[in-house]
DNA sequence: AAATTATTTAATCAAATGATTAATTTCTGC
DNA sequence: GCAGAAATTAATCATTTGATTAAATAATTT
């Protein structure tokens, strides 16, 4: 055992490398990642990173899109439902991202810093946003709350939900353990909800 | 003129320096960031680089250092000053973030990418947590809504003030153009202290 | 103005780094 | 069990990259 990974285990050599490449990027980041770093992760030789993957770019971008995926990915089944109401849409949307990012703090800060030190290639693989304003969500936005964009509905709910953990690094500090930090983001899963009905029906 | 920046027209060497470095950083990351690119920008010889800064990562501490001071330092002023009101602080904080980031759009992306690829060094750095318990601000909060830990609407100040601008390359598309953009951000400087203050006293 | 110091430049270095190669081992189909 | 294919390895390559050097130029001092 020792250093190996639990869900390494029975992982095909792909798909090792896969894994390790997310953990790496996601913790370094492109420009800091070294293919190495990646090689000795997964526990493989570093020549097979190539053979599998050709270069270090388009495994960055295979990860890099699952990423963009899983952060972003959940959104649009929700905004697009048009059986739920706002206020279901609300709590849905905040008790999938507590959830997940409870489980994977850094991925908003790597996958926005990515986004922002290459903008041009990869902005636009965002599914969401595009879907966005046709959806049922925006539609009962409106209804609720006409004199007031929606967009800034959706950028408090996403702030909201998104904010403490794109800061943990600097947050942390200020709470103490990490079991405090983990306990004020279960708070959260009711709290946001409460606030964004608030903010919808008053002011 | 042609390729010449305005500001950088009677900057010393040094100045100039240290400005292409702020530039060029915080536009892709210590990672990403090559110091032949930071020469280029600043239009001198590599070698001053190092003549002046003695390396790529000395001179990096310095920028950052100057960034996190102008993302979290407008706070303890503020937070402190016992003869604001709360509500004054609340709009204070805004308006200062709103009018400093929009000049400075990806500088809370950049620090807080940069902390998290390296948080032991600089997570410490940010000075504004370590004040934050004692300040005006949190009694104040603590008066208000004795039954919420006020984190949580420290969290979310920060959040709606500063999310926008992390996410901003993903919003953009969204918003269509950086002029509609800008006009979103305007707006917020006056409801976010609104939006506070619902939370504050209602749910 | 001469001497000294500070600044700037082009050329170069050494280490880091992404990628490839050729040989070896393991797996698969027959 | 064997032949061919796939996977793995150690060694090496070529480029990039941060940094240095020695010479040239500019500024300052006396």
Redesign the pocket.
């Known amino acids: 055992m020792a250093k190996v990974k639990k869900a390494e285990l029975d992982l ?3 798909e090792k490398i896969k894994e390790a490449a997310s953990i790496v990027f996601t913790k370094k980041g492109y ?8 090689a000795e992760e997964a ?17 960055f971008q295979i990860v890099m899109a699952e990423r963009i995926e899983k952060l972003f990915g959940v959104l649009a089944p929700i905004l697009n439902d048009a059986s739920t109401t706002l206020d279901e849409k609300l709590e849905k949307i905040t008790e999938n991202y507590v959830d997940m990012l409870l489980e994977h703090p850094d991925l908003p800060i790597f996958v926005l810093s990515e986004i922002r030190s290459n903008p041009e290639q990869l902005a636009n693989r965002v599914q969401a946003p595009k879907i966005l304003k046709e959806s049922a969500f925006v539609k009962q936005l409106m209804e609720r709350r006409s004199d007031i964009n929606p967009l800034h509905f959706i950028i408090n709910l996403l702030g909201m939900n998104l904010f403490p953990f794109v800061a943990k690094p600097v947050l942390q500090p200020i709470l103490g353990s990490e079991d405090f930090y983990r306990q004020m983001m279960v708070q959260r899963k009711k709290l946001i909800p409460v606030w964004m009905k608030l903010m919808l029906d008053h002011g």
């Open positions: 095909s050599t792909e420009g800091n990642a070294r293919t190495r770093d990646i526990g493989i030789n570093l020549a097979l990173l190539n053979y599998y993957f050709r270069s270090k770019e388009k495994l």
